[in-house]
């Protein structure tokens, strides 16, 4: 079974969760990028970049230390 991955974020009474399989955060960085350019959407570009944020950390701390 492949693992899935979430991210969440609360705004206000708002809650976002992006749950995604390894491999496919090149994808939820697009998406975050198309809902944050949606002027009907209260996902903002600050949103997006907290998201990407705590994406880059979380492959960082999943990378192995190259010798």
Avoid at 5 to 26: D, I, T, W
Wanted: charge should be negative; avoid cysteine; charged fraction near 30%.
């Amino acid at each position: 079974m492949t693992p899935i991955r979430e991210l969440y974020l609360v705004k206000g009474s708002e809650k976002y969760v992006f749950r995604y399989p390894p491999g496919r955060e090149a994808d939820v960085i697009d998406i975050l990028a198309s809902m944050a350019q949606d002027s009907k959407s209260s996902f903002d570009w600050f949103d997006a970049a907290v998201l990407s944020y705590q994406l880059g950390r979380r492959l960082e701390t999943e990378l192995e230390p190259v010798n």
